[in-house]
C-alpha cells in the first residue's frame, strides 16, 4: 500500500502532496518539512531510499527520486517493493513528461489539476493500478476531453470569462 | 442567473490565475493567500455552480500545498460533486476525497450521489465515485453501496472494473460482510485475461494476505498459477509477497512454489524482480537449501553491484537472513565491514545492524574493537550510532555478553575519550550499575576512573561531565579498591574542575569526603593495631603482609561492611599491583605511598591540600556545593583539633584520638562502607502504601502547577557563569585572610602540571589545553579500513569459546524478568478477526462447491500425508471428512494448538455452532450448514483446507 506521494522542489516547497489516508492539514505540514530536511541532507549519488519508520511510523518505506529541481518522493508500506516504486517514480514521471513535452517544474506548477489526473490514474486509493504510461496518457486525455466538452456546453459567460482572463 | 453571480462570474480569478498570482505577488505569500482565501470563501458561497466550483478548485490547490483548512467546506464540495457537468463533478470529487474523513458530518449526504455515479454510464463517472470510495468509505458507506462496488465487479470497461477491484479492499476493511457478495467475484477476476484487471485482483489480495494470511490458503492454487504464467513483473511482485506469507503456514505450499520462484531468480532480468525473489527466499524458503545458496548468490551480485540502491538491499536482504542463518552474513563479511565508512548513511546503518547482528560472547571483544576504530573515523552522528549500538548490545540482559568485565570497563574508559563521544549518560549508568552490580570489576573500574579523573584535558568537554561524574562516584564510593587515595583526592580537587556544572562538582566533593574518610579510618586503624611502629623503614612490609593477611579474609566474608575487616582491601590477586603508576610526577608528595602506607605526614598533607582547595568553595552560590564544602572542612576542623600540625608526643595523642576522632571516624566510615546495590524493578510493588495515603492515578493535575518548572539542563553546559561569580565571591570572602584564593589556584595548577606533565601541552602557553574535541587526522584511512578487513577476518569467524583465564565474574541480578518484562503480545485487531472470518467463511463454500464439482479429478488432502492415505473419505459426507481432518491435525501439530487452548477453542464452538446452524438454516443446505458453522470458529485451531493441487 502507498501511503503518500509528494512531489516538491529543492527549496522544500510541495508542488503535489497526495496523502491515502487522511491527514489533517498541519499534520502533512509537518510531514512535509520533515522528509525535505532528511532529503536535503543527502547527497548526491547515494542510495534512493532514506528512513522513514521516524516520521511516518512502523513499516513504512521512502524512496525518492531527484530530477533537476524537483523531490519525487513515495512512500509505502511493506507490501510494495522498494526497486519497483523508483519504478513507480520513474513512470510518473514519463507520463508527466508524454504529457507537457520535456516536463520542467513550472510546467508542474501550472498543470496541478492535470498532474493530479495523472497521478490518480496510476494509484488508485493507495494501489498501482496503472503502470504504463500509454494507458495513464489515453484515460488522461479521455478525461481532459471530457472536461471540455462539459464547460463547452457551458453558458456564454464563463466562456468569455476565462478568456478574458487569458488576456 | 441573477445580476451580481455574472459579475462574479466574469471576474473570478480562475486556479491559473491564482497561481500566478501567487508566484508574482509582492506583498509576501501568506497575506496574499489570505486575501485569495477571502476571495474564495466569498465565490464557494455563490448560487452559480460554475463559480462555486472554481473557487473550490481554489481552495482544493491552497489546502494541501499552501497547508489550508478546508474542513469548512464540506458542503461545498457535495453541492459540486452532485453537478451534472463532468468538469464541475470532477472538483468536487477531488475536494471530497482530499478533504473529508469520517468525523466528516456531511458525509450521510454524498451516499446517493455516489450510487448514482457509481451507476452511471459513463466510465469517468464511475471512476471518480470509485476513487471517492477508495479514500473516504466509512463502514455506513461500504455497507450501503456494496451491491454497486459489486455490479461493477463484473464491468465490461477494464478502468472501471479496476478500479472497483482496488475498491474492494477498503470496502472489505470497512465492511466485511460485504465478503459473502463480493469475494467471489474477486476471486474470478484473478482468472481474467487483461493484465491490468489481473494486476488490480492480485494487488487486492496481496493487501488482504499480509493482513491475515491464513485465510487465503485455500487460494493457492490460483496463486501458483500466476506465478507461473505470468510475465508482467508487477504482477509477480505482488503473488511472491503473499507466498512469502503463506509459505510459512504449509510446508507443501512451500515446496512446491520454490522451484518456480528459483526460476524467476534465475531468469529475470528486472532486478525488482530478482530482488523479491531473494526475499521470498530469505525471509520463508529458507530452510531450502538450494534456494537459499542460490540467494545468496544473487545477493552477493547485489552487494557488488555500483548502485548504492542494489547494495543496500543487498545488506538489507543480509539483514533479513541473518538471525536464521548467520554464516551467510559471515560469507560476506568484508563487504559488510567495507560499508561502514561508506558515504551512504543508509548504508553504514545497515551494515552496523548487521555487525550488531553477527556479535556474541566469543567475538564481542574484537568486534567492539573494530567498531570504535570505525567510531573515531565516522562523523559524530554515525559514531554515537556505533557507541550507543556497542553499549546496548553489551548491557544486554545484564551484560550477558560480557566474559571479562576488566575488559569492558576500559572499554567505557576508551570510549569516554573519543572525542565525538555524547553518550555520557548511558556510560555513566553502566559504570555506576557495574560498579553496583559486579564486585570483581571494582578493581579495575577504579583504576579507569581514575585516569579519566586525572586527566585535566577531559574536564573541558560538557559531554563527559556524567562520565566524570559517574567516576568520581565510584572513586569515593570504592576508594578501598584503590591503590592510591591520595591521588585520587588531588585529581578530584584540580583546578580545572571548576569548569564542571555544580551538581557534578558537588558529588567530586562527597567523593572526597568519603576518600578522606577512608584515609584517616585506616590511618588510626593502622596505630591503633599497634603494629605500626612509627618508624618509616619498617612500615611498608607489615603494611603489605597486613594487607595480604586481612585480604584473603575479607574476601571469605560475604558482606564488606563487617566491623573487623581490615579496610585497604587490595586484592592480592591483582595483576596491576605492583605496576609503577603512571603519570605521577617524580617530586608527588604521595608517590611513596605504596611504601609508606598512611603516615602522619601523608595524612597532614592531605589534610592540608583539601583545605586548600575546598575553602574557596564556601562562597559557592551552590547549595550542593557549598553544604558539602562545609562538610568536608568541618570534619577536617575536627580531626585537626585532636591532630595537630607538630609531631608532638604521641602517646597522648593517641589516647585522645581513640575516644573521639577514632569513634566518629569509624561510624562515618562504617555508613560509607554500607554497600549500596542494584534495585529491583519490583521494588515498589513490594513496598506496602500506607493506610490513609491518597497517590494520585493522574499526575496531570501537576502540570498545571508547575507547567513552566522545568528541569533546567541549560546551566548544566554553562558552568561559567557560576565558577566566576564563586571565585569573585571567594576572593571578597578571603580577603581577610592571609591566603589569596587566585594565586592559590595559580599554584595549584602549576603544581599539578608539575606532576602531570603528561596531559599538558608541551608549549608553555598557560592556559591552552588540548580541544578535547579535535578530530584525529584521517590519514592512512585506506591503510586502516584494510587491516580492519583483516582483523574481521580472523575475529568474525564463529570460534571456539576462548578459554578465559578466569571465569566470569559474578553479576548481579535481582529478579530474572527484571530486562525481559513481558509485552502481551498483540492481538490482531477485531475487525481483522471479523474479516478473516467471513472469508474462511465464503471459502468454505466455494470449496465446497468445487470439490463436489471436481471430486473424480482431486482429492482432499490433510496435512498428515499418511493419515489422508488411510482415511480417504466419503468425499459426499464433507463434514464428517472434515472432522476426521481436524482429529489428525490435533494429533499431530502441536506447535499450531500454541495459538489457542484447544479445549477452550472446542468449548466456544460447541455452543457457538449450534446458534450459528439455527441462524443460518434456512439460508443454506444442511450439509453446507454444518459446515459454514465450523469454518470460521475454527479459525486459529485448523488451517483451511487446501485442495491438494500438490497431488
Not at chain 1, 476531453?145 to 463547452?152: F, I, V
Not at chain 2, 458530518?105 to 451516499?111: D, G, Q
Not at chain 2, 596491576?576 to 598533607?605: A, M, Q
Request: with cysteine; charged share 25%.
Amino acid at each position: 500500500m502507498i501511503k503518500a506521494v509528494m512531489v516538491m522542489n529543492t527549496q522544500g516547497k510541495p508542488r503535489l502532496a497526495k496523502f491515502y489516508d487522511y491527514q489533517p492539514v498541519e499534520k502533512q505540514q509537518e510531514l512535509i518539512r520533515s522528509v525535505f530536511t532528511v532529503l536535503s541532507s543527502r547527497a548526491e549519488n547515494v542510495s534512493n531510499f532514506m528512513e522513514a519508520e521516524s516520521i511516518f511510523g512502523p513499516d513504512s518505506r521512502l524512496v525518492y527520486k531527484h530530477y533537476a529541481t524537483l523531490y519525487f518522493v513515495f512512500v509505502f508500506d511493506s507490501s510494495e517493493n522498494e526497486l519497483a516504486m523508483l519504478d513507480l517514480i520513474q513512470v510518473f514521471v514519463e507520463t508527466l513528461d508524454k504529457c507537457f513535452k520535456n516536463v520542467c517544474e513550472l510546467d508542474i506548477v501550472f498543470n496541478y489539476s492535470k498532474m493530479q489526473t495523472v497521478l490518480d490514474e496510476i494509484i488508485f486509493g493507495g494501489q498501482v493500478l496503472e503502470t504504463s504510461s500509454t494507458e495513464v496518457m489515453k484515460a488522461v486525455e479521455e478525461i481532459s476531453k471530457l472536461e471540455a466538452a462539459s464547460n463547452a456546453i457551458t453558458l456564454v459567460p464563463a466562456k468569455y470569462a476565462s478568456g478574458w482572463n487569458r488576456r | 442567473m441573477s445580476g451580481p453571480s455574472i459579475m462574479e462570474t466574469l471576474f473570478q480569478r480562475t486556479l491559473e490565475d491564482l497561481i500566478k498570482g501567487i508566484r508574482l505577488q509582492l506583498i509576501g505569500e501568506s497575506a496574499f493567500i489570505s486575501k485569495a482565501m477571502e476571495e474564495i470563501r466569498k465565490e464557494i458561497k455563490s448560487t452559480d455552480l460554475q463559480t462555486k466550483s472554481i473557487a473550490l478548485q481554489k481552495l482544493s490547490y491552497l489546502s494541501p500545498l499552501h497547508f489550508v483548512d478546508m474542513s469548512w467546506a464540506a458542503f461545498h464540495c457535495i453541492e459540486c460533486m452532485s453537478s451534472p457537468r463532468f468538469a464541475q463533478k470532477r472538483i468536487g470529487y477531488v475536494a471530497v476525497s482530499q478533504s473529508f474523513n469520517e468525523h466528516t458530518p456531511v458525509l450521510l449526504l454524498i451516499t446517493n450521489q455516489l450510487r448514482k455515479d457509481l451507476g452511471s454510464v459513463n466510465e469517468f463517472d464511475a471512476g471518480l465515485a470509485l476513487d471517492c470510495l477508495a479514500n473516504i468509505a466509512t463502514v455506513d458507506l461500504a455497507r450501503d453501496l456494496t451491491p454497486e462496488v459489486f455490479t461493477l465487479l463484473g464491468s465490461s470497461k477494464v478502468s472501471v472494473r479496476k478500479k472497483a477491484i482496488g475498491v474492494i479492499l477498503r470496502v472489505f476493511e470497512k465492511y466485511p460482510d460485504a465478503v459473502r457478495v463480493c469475494f467471489k467475484r474477486l476471486v474470478e477476476n484473478l482468472d481474467s485475461p487483461d493484465s491490468r484487471i489481473l494486476s488490480a485482483a492480485v494487488g487486492v489480495f496481496c493487501e488482504l494476505a499480509s493482513r491475515d494470511p491464513r485465510s487465503y490458503l485455500p487460494l493457492a492454487p490460483e496463486f501458483y498459477r500466476v506465478l507461473v504464467d505470468s510475465k508482467n513483473n508487477w504482477v509477480l511482485i505482488k503473488v511472491l509477497k503473499i507466498f512469502a506469507k503463506l509459505a510459512p503456514l504449509e510446508s507443501r505450499l512451500a515446496k512446491r512454489v520454490v522451484e518456480p520462484i528459483c526460476d524467476h531468480m534465475r531468469r529475470t532480468g528486472a532486478k525488482s524482480l530478482m530482488f523479491e525473489c531473494i526475499r521470498t527466499v530469505v525471509s520463508s524458503l529458507s530452510e531450502y537449501e538450494s534456494a537459499l545458496k542460490l540467494a545468496v548468490l544473487k545477493i552477493r551480485e547485489l552487494l557488488m553491484d555500483e548502485d548504492p540502491n542494489l547494495k543496500y538491499l543487498g545488506l538489507h536482504a543480509l539483514s533479513i537472513v541473518a538471525p536464521k542463518h548467520l554464516w551467510v552474513v559471515l560469507e560476506n563479511k568484508e563487504v559488510v565491514i567495507k560499508s561502514l565508512s561508506d558515504s551512504d548513511s543508509n548504508i553504514k546503518f545497515e551494515s552496523l545492524r548487521l555487525v550488531m547482528a553477527v556479535v556474541s560472547e566469543s567475538n564481542v571483544v574484537e568486534i567492539s574493537r573494530v567498531l570504535l576504530n570505525y567510531a573515531l573515523k565516522s562523523d559524530p552522528e554515525f559514531c554515537n550510532v556505533i557507541l550507543g549500538s556497542i553499549l546496548s548490545a553489551c548491557s544486554r540482559n545484564v551484560y550477558e555478553m560480557v566474559m571479562d568485565f576488566d575488559w569492558y570497563v576500559l572499554l567505557l574508559g576508551e570510549m569516554s575519550r573519543i572525542p565525538q563521544c555524547q553518550k555520557g549518560e548511558d556510560i555513566e549508568n553502566q559504570l555506576i550499575d557495574i560498579g553496583m552490580r559486579v564486585r570483581d570489576a571494582r578493581p579495575e573500574l577504579i583504576r579507569m576512573a581514575r585516569s579519566l579523573l586525572i586527566d585535566p584535558a577531559l574536564l573541558g568537554n560538557p559531554f563527559l561531565y556524567r562520565i566524570l561524574c559517574a567516576a568520581a562516584w565510584v572513586c569515593g564510593e570504592y576508594v578501598e579498591y584503590s591503590t592510591n587515595p591520595f591521588e585520587l583526592v588531588e585529581a578530584l580537587l584540580q583546578p580545572r574542575t571548576s569548569l564542571l556544572p555544580p551538581l557534578i562538582r558537588a558529588v567530586y566533593l562527597q567523593s572526597v569526603l568519603k576518600v578522606l574518610t577512608f584515609c584517616i579510618h585506616s590511618y588510626l586503624r593502622n596505630k591503633s593495631s599497634g603494629l605500626f611502629p612509627f618508624t618509616d623503614n619498617l612500615e611498608g612490609v607489615v603494611s603489605e603482609s597486613m594487607s595480604k593477611g586481612k585480604t584473603q579474609e575479607a574476601s571469605d566474608l560475604p558482606t564488606p561492611a563487617q566491623d573487623d575487616v581490615f579496610n585497604p582491601r587490595i586484592s592480592d590477586d591483582n595483576p596491576y599491583e605492583d605496576l609503577p603508576l603512571e603519570n605521577n610526577g617524580e617530586d608527588s608528595k604521595f608517590d611513596s605511598f605504596e611504601k609508606n602506607g598512611f603516615t602522619r605526614e601523608s595524612i597532614v598533607n592531605l589534610l592540608n591540600l583539601i583545605e586548600l582547595a575546598v575553602k574557596p568553595l564556601l562562597g559557592s552560590l551552590e547549595v550542593e556545593i557549598l553544604e558539602r564544602a562545609q562538610n568536608v572542612l568541618g570534619l577536617i576542623e575536627l580531626i585537626r583539633q585532636e591532630f595537630p600540625d607538630q609531631l608532638s608526643p604521641r602517646k597522648e595523642i593517641l589516647a585522645k584520638e581513640e575516644s573521639e576522632v577514632s569513634k566518629l571516624i569509624r561510624s562515618m566510615n562504617d555508613a560509607f562502607c554500607e554497600e549500596l546495590g542494584p534495585v529491583s524493578v519490583t521494588a515498589q510493588d513490594r513496598v506496602r502504601v500506607p493506610e490513609g495515603l491518597v497517590l494520585e492515578e493522574n499526575l496531570k493535575e501537576l502540570d498545571t502547577i508547575c507547567g513552566d518548572i522545568q528541569p533546567s539542563t541549560s546551566s548544566f553546559f554553562a558552568p561559567r557563569y557560576g565558577e566566576r561569580i564563586e571565585e569573585s565571591l571567594a576572593s571578597d570572602l578571603q580577603n581577610g585572610e592571609d591566603s589569596e584564593p587566585s594565586r592559590e589556584s595559580t599554584s595549584l595548577l602549576i603544581e599539578h602540571r608539575k606532576r602531570h606533565g603528561l596531559y599538558y601541552l608541551p608549549s608553555s602557553a598557560s592556559n591552552d589545553y588540548p580541544l578535547a574535541n579535535d578530530l584525529r587526522s584521517g590519514e592512512n584511512d585506506r591503510d586502516e579500513t584494510e587491516d580492519f578487513v583483516r582483523l574481521t577476518a580472523q575475529s568474525l569467524a564463529p570460534k571456539k569459546k576462548p578459554n578465559y583465564s578466569k571465569p566470569r565474574p559474578v553479576v548481579v541480578k535481582l529478579d530474572e524478568g527484571e530486562v525481559t518484562l513481558s509485552v502481551a503480545s498483540k492481538k490482531p485487531s477485531s475487525k481483522y478477526d471479523l474479516l478473516s472470518g467471513v472469508i474462511q467463511d465464503v471459502l468454505q463454500e466455494t470449496n465446497l462447491m468445487d470439490k463436489s464439482s471436481r471430486k473424480g479429478k482431486e482429492k482432499v488432502s490433510s496435512d498428515v500425508p499418511q493419515g489422508s492415505k488411510e482415511n480417504v473419505q466419503d468425499p459426499e459426507d464433507p463434514r464428517r471428512e472434515k472432522s476426521g481432518l481436524r482429529k489428525s491435525k490435533h494429533r499431530s501439530h502441536g506447535k499450531e494448538r500454541k495459538h489457542k487452548d484447544p479445549d477452550q477453542v472446542d468449548g466456544k464452538k460447541d455452543g457457538k455452532s449450534e446458534r450459528a446452524r439455527e441462524k443460518s438454516s434456512h439460508r443454506h443446505g444442511r450439509k453446507k450448514t454444518r459446515q459454514r458453522a465450523e469454518g470460521p470458529l475454527n479459525v486459529s485451531a485448523q488451517t483451511p483446507v487446501i485442495p491438494d493441487f500438490l497431488l
